[in-house]
T-cell receptor, first 113, second 115 residues
Framework: RKEVEQDPGPFNVPEGATVAFNCTYS??????FFWYRQDCRKEPKLLMS???SGNEDGRFTAQLNRASQYISLLIRDSKLSDSATYLC??????????????FGRGTQLTVWP | ETGVTQSPTHLIKTRGQQVTLRCSSQ?????VSWYQQALGQGPQFIFQ???????GRGNFPPRFSGLQFPNYSSELNVNALELDDSALYLC??????????????FGEGSRLTVL
């Protein structure tokens, strides 16, 4: 079983739509969680961290359910510029970059006019 | 821009050859991690260097090797290239310590094609 599982999509939505991505992780001891964004043929970039209480950054909302080992990302009022691949990332250690991060395979989003 | 630079950006090799990829980490960062990203997949951890020592290794064979220099830049070496080594190789730098946020900063990657 993979450490992080994501639906690869693709998700094709019109501008202004609300879209949600989910991922699950297998290691219940995992400590910190992130969503990274990767544009086509570019490097991944941090979109937002995911906190147990849930957190919001503008149109983006991330949720963590430790009991179900489930992470979600909600994008409201989608923009054309949101078109990208969204990577779910799990770190076994809190606040540390030592050791490996586990990446899901990514969920591809295309927002059309 | 993240301040992480990788070279070369693209290269083509044939099976059995050797390749060296280079990475300059962001100023002030002391940790470098290397990831392999095959087409349509998420990045897979190869290994990490912290203060010039290897600090963890993923499920990659010994023909994948690396090092970190005193200025925290790093190299990834792959010997006896195989077709399946074709991928985007990503270097990520980070700061490990009290000020760590847990975030990795990626370079734009080196795209390797093995024929």
């Amino acid at each position: 079983r993979k450490e992080v599982e994501q639906d690869p999509g693709p998700f094709n939505v019109p501008e202004g739509a609300t879209v949600a991505f989910n991922c699950t992780y297998s290691n219940s001891a995992s400590q910190s969680f992130f969503w990274y964004r990767q544009d086509c043929r570019k490097e991944p970039k941090l979109l937002m961290s995911v906190y147990s209480s849930g957190n919001e950054d503008g149109r983006f909302t991330a949720q963590l359910n430790r009991a179900s080992q489930y992470i979600s990302l909600l994008i409201r009022d989608s923009k054309l510029s949101d078109s990208a691949t969204y990577l779910c990332v799990v770190n076994p250690d809190r606040g540390s970059t030592l050791g490996r991060l586990y990446f899901g395979r990514g969920t591809q989003l295309t927002v059309w006019p | 821009e993240t301040g992480v630079t990788q070279s070369p950006t693209h290269l083509i090799k044939t099976r059995g050859q050797q390749v060296t990829l280079r990475c300059s980490s962001q100023s002030g960062h002391n940790t470098v991690s290397w990831y392999q990203q095959a087409l349509g997949q998420g990045p897979q951890f190869i290994f990490q260097y912290y203060r010039e020592e290897e600090n963890g290794r993923g499920n990659f064979p010994p023909r994948f090797s690396g090092l970190q220099f005193p200025n925290y830049s790093s190299e990834l070496n792959v010997n006896a290239l195989e077709l399946d080594d074709s991928a985007l190789y990503l270097c990520a730098s980070s700061l490990e310590g009290l000020e760590s946020t847990g975030e990795l900063f990626f370079g734009e990657g080196s795209r390797l094609t093995v024929l």
